[in-house]
């Protein structure tokens, strides 16, 4: 398991810090491409003059880059042409 450690800083609420949080499962990791964020693992807010700061525990998954595919349009009419043909072949 990887982790990163995240800060949000001058928040008015927290609830734009958690609502923040909550919307980086799944996303890449602010500041370090190459990762997603998995789950939050622990939090902890402090509160000052300027509103509220964060400190956030994440899981994270590197992306594999043979996972990710890249289809141009070419590519796409091909593969369209190629699967309405079987379509064909099997309705005969």
Known sequence: ??????AYEHAVTVS???AWA?????????????YTVVRVIQF????GQS????????????IKPETQVALSE?????IE???????ETTQN
């Open 1 to 6: 398991m990887e982790t990163r450690l995240l």
């Open 16 to 18: 734009e810090i958690a």
């Open 22 to 34: 909550n919307n980086l499962i799944g996303k890449e990791v602010p500041g370090d491409p190459g």
């Open 44 to 47: 902890q807010t402090t509160s």
């Open 51 to 62: 509103g509220y700061d964060a400190m956030i525990l994440v899981e994270v998954t590197e």
């Open 74 to 78: 070419a590519d796409i009419e091909v």
């Open 81 to 87: 042409e190629l699967t309405s043909s079987i379509d």
